[in-house]
């Protein structure tokens, strides 16, 4: 038994909405077994969650080092064997120092990095998997320059007065920017509330 009382643990109202969803897909991704690196994994809501019912995976969360101590908060009050002590993994520090992976995970991030940081995460993603190797990005996208939705409108002006250099990302770039690290477009799935799930395979060294 544990003494952490969960209503001191960081908690996403976000990730609590969208953690069903994104786990029917995961489900379908991660048939075998598999070492996942999941990026800014926040509060550790998802990590939780996810490796509960993915025994078979094991799930490396990472984030800057002030958001850790939630995370770890997280896994000893449910602690799964599968789940990794969270790292700090800050994108714009390269060489990435983190564990051998064949999948990368992360879920809305990129509309609060900046592009730039946004490229650069894709493009160590290409670096660090092996070929086969899959990079699935769930959150909101942009298409041919319009939004999905009028909320998804409102989102970004919101992101944008948080922050000038937040905000939803255009997904023909995001695709290019994947290609040019050796990671090709495999699905594009629709999600609730207007987010997709992208997954992306590492075809080619780049």
Known sequence: MTNINPADLPFAPACERNKEPILAELVRLLKKQ?????????TGQHAIYFTEHLPHVTWQPTDLSQHLAGI????????????????????????????????????????????ELGKLMIKECG?????????VIYGPFNYRGQYTSDSNAHFDLWLKERDPASAIRD?????????????????????PANNRLLVFEKIAEK
């Open 171 to 191: 997904f023909e770039k995001v695709v290019k920017t994947a290609d040019l690290a050796g990671l090709q477009l495999k699905e594009d799935n629709t999600m």
């Open 72 to 115: 770890e908060g997280w896994r000893a009050y449910r602690p799964q064997a599968n789940l990794l002590p969270s790292i700090p993994l800050d994108i714009s520090k390269t060489p990435w120092l983190i564990p051998p992976c064949d999948v990368f995970f992360t879920a809305n991030t990129l509309h609060i990095v900046s592009w």
């Open 127 to 135: 670096h660090h998997l092996p070929l086969g190797g899959q990079l």
């Open 34 to 42: 598999s070492c996942v690196v999941e990026i800014g994994s926040g």
